[in-house]
């Protein structure tokens, strides 16, 4: 199966085989930016113009998780493969948060493409490699990053999930630029 969006709020679900839509999934007033259907099939996780991850029941229509990721639009959304589905989100503020796909639970957040000089640079996608220990991520400002999962420890009766840069992972001309400074400098 297949999921598709547009701006306008409709999500269809179709038959990948044949082409064909099997019907409307949801119907709402919202701008999606990005969708991504769960490892089971059941459900949609969507990226919204309004800030949102919105998780859908594909065969109610209904949203079954809403929670807010940043004030500004959140363009990036993946499935983990493992764990439960967890899902990852990337905003534009330069920001991609960890979240429990049942219930929506935060389980961590990393300033994915901030700036130590407080620029950032919006998140434009989010990637799982297949065994969800190195996340990818793209921004406005052309950079790739990798990211490896460093630890997932226990904080009362949440999972904490903590990512660390990669070495690999790239840097904009501009990141570059002002490393270089840093060391001539300090």
Not at 70 to 77: G, L
Request: net charge positive; charged share 30%.
């Amino acid at each position: 199966y297949a999921v598709s969006c547009g701006m306008d709020g409709v999500v269809k679900y179709w038959n990948a085989r044949e082409g064909l839509p099997l019907k409307d999934a949801v119907k709402k007033d919202i701008v999606f930016q990005r969708l991504m259907i769960s490892p089971d099939g059941l459900r949609v996780a969507a990226a919204c113009e309004d800030g949102l991850l919105r998780v859908y029941d594909l065969e109610r229509g209904e949203a079954v998780v809403t929670q807010r990721h940043s004030h500004m639009p959140v363009r990036a959304v993946a499935y983990s493969n493992t764990h439960g589905f967890n899902i990852c989100t990337g905003a534009d503020d330069g920001t991609v948060k960890f979240w429990t796909a049942d219930k929506g639970e935060l389980k961590g957040c990393i300033p994915a493409h901030v700036r130590e000089s407080g620029g950032i640079s919006a998140v434009n996608s989010v990637a799982y490699d297949a065994t969800n220990m190195k996340l990818l991520t793209t921004s406005e400002d052309r950079s790739v990053k990798m990211w490896l999962r460093v630890y997932t420890k226990k904080q009362g009766s949440k999972d904490v999930v903590k990512y660390g840069e990669s070495a690999a992972g790239g840097r904009s001309d501009e990141e570059q630029r002002e490393i270089k400074r840093k060391r001539l400098v300090g």
